[in-house]
């Protein structure tokens, strides 16, 4: 958060890219307890915190892996506007160039 907030570089691509590797070290090697406790509930049938908690995080990291693809897609692709009232298919203007 001190290099995002602090020195300004939430908007460079790399420091993303870093923030996104950690993240998915923290997902992976902090919530490992989490992910075994859950498959030793799931086998017997039943549920706990550990399964709570596996979803919740996988879930949020998933999302957050998808939003960062997407906005690396879209600027490779680089994004241009086009002018366009009537089109419903296309609500925000924007087409690939």
């Known amino acids: 958060m001190i290099g995002e907030w602090g020195f300004g570089l ?3 691509p790399w420091f993303q890219w870093l923030a996104f590797a950690l993240a998915g070290m923290v997902q ?3 919530g490992a307890k989490f992910y075994r406790g859950a498959w030793n509930q799931l086998k017997i049938g039943n549920s706990n915190m550990d399964t709570l908690v596996a979803l919740g995080s996988t879930t949020a990291f998933g999302y ?3 939003r960062c693809w997407v906005a690396w ?3 490779s692709i680089s994004w241009k506007p086009r002018p366009s009232s009537r089109s419903s298919a ?3 203007g924007w087409k690939p160039a």
Do not use: D, E, L
């Open 10 to 12: 939430g908007m460079k």
């Open 73 to 75: 897609a879209a600027i």
């Open 90 to 92: 296309s609500a925000t």
């Open 28 to 30: 992976v090697f902090a």
């Open 64 to 66: 957050s892996a998808w």
